[in-house]
């Protein structure tokens, strides 16, 4: 370990002879058992491990789950009113979403896909910046820069290796930066996943791989997904460890996620993660649920709904009192509210931003067509 | 056509006017009743009929082995598609859109576009790749892009887009049929478009590679495809007040490319615009104009214009209307095409 941690700390394109000193993390693993998945994903809640939990951290996970719910529900009312072009909501995986972004340290940066707005939202981003995307006003509404969190990423998978990429470039330059990348069961399947997963390990670079197994990529259940005894299963072919976690148990999931993201500071490498979880509504708006799947199974998932197992726990050992939760469904409130008015004001858009950010400097072919809309605008504004 | 049967949803659907969505399932359909060998794959393309459901009822008519939900990774899907035509069946392979496709680039290029040359004849690749493509429906980021020119600058691979409903059905039918690998690119701000045609009554399948005059006309030509012709016949039509008549050329097939029914209608009016919603720059205009300019260049009064997106990536939806080609900005081309009077 030590000596790993000191080769790689020097600066990028020292001179280094690697044919006598390869980094130990080349060495072929020789026994896969401490990389495998437990049979049964971990659970916090209904245990007595809870009593361990800082009372502070459940009630923070509760205030955040019970955000993240209305965020989602305000959300999806907004593409009801036309104010969103589309929502994937997280309804059911709020746990996951809130554990990814609570596992994290400010320095270190979080790489999501098109569905993970809440991890973006609970790490600290403006909600409404946060959906700009949906919105349709711009790609990106946020600097990814300030607070450490990667475009969200539609084509699905492809955030993964810039993942790698990027924790392997914070260690070369002796910074302790985790990355935690996100990643549904679907996008397991894209070639981008495994050659992450491959570089990650290869260079034991410091990121956690999450994925939430919601059970569906759009209309495709996990059995056609997958043969594999679980997708956490899928880490030990790479040389990483797989943990497999209850996605609706919140804190399980931040309990797991911060051992992996701890591990990976301390240069013991990457980990994958499934947290298994389920989505209760539709995969967008847009989406018709009814057509692949029946109303039993979303009943049943209903029953272990993150918020409510958590709210039940912590009110048993009397975590939690009537004010708490008084408190934390204000709180959200208000937050839905600040961000209904924010998202009922039209956004002010520049047409001529087309243009603005394609190259650092405009082509002259770009400039031309700049000044064509210009008079289009002009003749518009005019007429 | 039956409309006095017990409520049969097929019998029904005939009654009304068809989607482009429709003909391109009924082709698939059709298709896959006439030769076993025609296997329909992809993401969502089973239960859920396809997120534009133009697979829909497929795999329930014909089971799930042929027409399959595949898991979810574009490469694979089209170099499993690739193995089964070697073992002798006829993929279509649905890419879920223009921009999921990408991940598929590799097998199209190295493998699929390649095959039958590199074995010198031995091993055609007789599949089809769908792909939705182009904007106008509000789609966020990686849901509009035009990425025709790709697969143009591809040799081996045909390119298809039909940009009618009639078009639809025949063209895929063709493509299904064809011996070598067609990209068959939909226009899907048009799935939705309807017309007379009917499911029912026998259509005609369009040989590919054959382009079509839509509106004949004296003053100049638009050549366009896909998702532009709707906006050129508008345009076409918003010209004739200004005293222009506009002929309008649908290529239909963007390889192979029917030079000699574009070049017909340019000889008679010795004026072109070239229109799409693909990037201008490097794109599929270019190709065109340079064709014309080569062929028709003693009959041509002005130089072949393009009216094309911006050379910008594909904006947000709330901007997208100042990028795409519009009725406008195809008058403001037609207009330029008095030369003698500017020069
Ligand atoms: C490369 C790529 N192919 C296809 C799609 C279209 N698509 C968007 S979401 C989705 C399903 C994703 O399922 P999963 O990875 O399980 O994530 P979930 O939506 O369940 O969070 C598909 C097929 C895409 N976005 N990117």
């Known amino acids: 370990m030590q000596q790993r941690s000191s080769t790689v700390q020097e600066p990028p394109g020292a001179a280094r002879d690697y044919r006598l000193t390869p980094p130990p993390a080349w060495q072929p693993r020789t026994d896969p058992a401490p990389l495998l998945p437990d049979a049964e994903p971990v659970r916090v ?97 946020y600097d990814p820069h300030e607070h450490r969190i990667a475009p969200l990423s539609t084509p699905l998978a492809t955030q993964l290796p810039h993942a790698v990429g990027l924790a392997h470039a914070a260690r ?122 029946g109303d039993a ?9 993150p918020i409510v197992i958590l709210e039940r726990e912590l009110t048993e050992r009397g975590i939690l009192d009537e004010d708490g939760r008084r408190a934390a469904a204000e709180d959200a409130e208000e937050m839905a509210a600040r961000l209904r008015e924010r998202m009922n004001a039209d956004p002010v858009l520049d047409p001529m931003d087309l243009f603005a950010h394609v190259y650092a400097e405009k082509t002259a072919q770009l400039r031309e067509q700049a000044a064509q809309l210009r008079a289009e605008l002009d003749a518009e504004s005019e007429a | 056509m039956t409309t006095h049967t017990t409520a049969r949803p097929a019998a029904k659907a005939a009654a009304k006017p068809a989607t482009m969505a429709q003909a391109l399932q009924r082709a698939m359909r059709d298709a896959m009743a006439e030769d076993p060998t025609v296997h329909v794959m992809g993401e969502d393309v089973g239960t859920l009929g396809g997120v534009f459901r133009v697979t829909d009822g497929l795999a329930k008519e014909f089971g799930e082995d042929r027409c399959t939900d595949t898991p979810l990774a574009e490469a694979g899907i089209l170099g499993a598609a690739v193995g089964m035509a070697m073992y002798g069946l006829r993929p279509v392979v649905e890419m879920q859109f223009d921009a999921f496709a990408y991940p598929a680039f590799e097998q199209l290029v190295s493998h699929v576009s390649r095959m039958r040359n590199r074995t010198r004849g031995t091993m055609p690749m007789p599949l089809v790749v769908r792909i939705p493509y182009g904007g106008g429906i509000g789609g966020v980021e990686h849901h509009s892009d035009s990425s025709e020119i790709y697969y143009m600058a591809t040799p081996g691979l045909h390119v298809v887009t039909p940009a009618t409903v009639e078009d639809a059905y025949g063209l895929l039918r063709a493509a299904i049929a064809s011996d070598d690998p067609v990209v068959f690119l939909e226009p899907k701000r048009l799935y939705w478009s309807k017309s007379d045609w009917s499911p029912e009554a026998p259509a005609a399948v369009e040989p590919i590679g054959k382009a079509v005059v839509r509106r004949p006309g004296t003053s100049a030509t638009l050549v366009t495809y896909g998702p532009s012709l709707p906006v050129c016949l508008e345009a076409a039509e918003a010209a004739a007040a200004e005293g222009w008549d506009l002929e309008v050329v649908d290529l239909r097939s963007l390889v192979p490319f029917d030079e000699e029914t574009v070049c017909a209608s340019v000889r008679r009016t010795g004026r072109a615009v070239v229109v799409h919603e693909s990037t201008g720059f490097a794109g599929p205009g270019a190709e065109i104009a340079a064709r014309i300019t080569e062929r028709c260049f003693h009959h041509l009064e002005a130089p072949v214009l393009r009216v094309a997106g911006f050379d910008i990536p594909y904006p947000p939806p709330m901007l997208e209307r100042h990028h795409l080609p519009g009725v406008d900005r195809i008058l403001d081309a037609v207009a330029r095409l008095q030369w003698e009077a500017q020069s």
């Not at chain 1, 679980?230 to 309990?255: C, E, I, T």
């Open chain 1, 45 to 141: 809640l209904g245990t007595d491990a809870v009593a361990d939990a800082d009372p502070a951290l459940l009630r923070r996970l509760y205030a955040e789950l019970i955000r993240g719910r209305r965020y989602n529900a305000q959300a999806t009312a907004l593409t009801k009113q036309g104010r969103l072009a589309v929502y994937p909501s997280t309804t059911g995986q709020e746990a996951c979403e809130v554990a990814a972004a609570l596992a994290l340290e400010e320095r270190d940066w979080l790489f999501p896909s098109y569905r993970d707005t809440l991890a973006a939202v609970a790490r600290g981003l403006d909600p409404v910046e946060a959906l700009t995307l949906l919105r349709g006003d711009w790609h990106t509404g």
């Open chain 1, 172 to 293: 070369l330059k002796g910074d302790d930066v985790v990355a935690l990348a996100m990643v549904g069961d679907g996008g397991t399947s894209e070639g981008d996943f495994h050659k992450a997963l491959n570089f990650a390990a290869v260079w034991q670079a410091p990121v956690v791989f999450l994925v939430q197994n919601n059970g569906f990529a759009i209309s495709v259940p996990l059995a056609k997904q997958t043969a594999a005894p679980s997708l956490a299963h899928k880490a030990v072919g790479y040389g990483m460890p797989g943990r497999l976690v209850d996605g609706n148990d919140a804190v399980a999931v931040h309990q797991v996620l911060t051992e992996a993201v701890t591990r990976a500071r301390r240069g013991g490498g990457p980990t994958l993660v499934e947290a298994v979880t389920y989505r209760i509504d539709a995969h967008t708006n847009a989406d018709d649920a009814t057509r692949y799947r």
């Open chain 1, 297 to 305: 199974e979303v009943e049943t998932w209903r029953a272990h709904d």
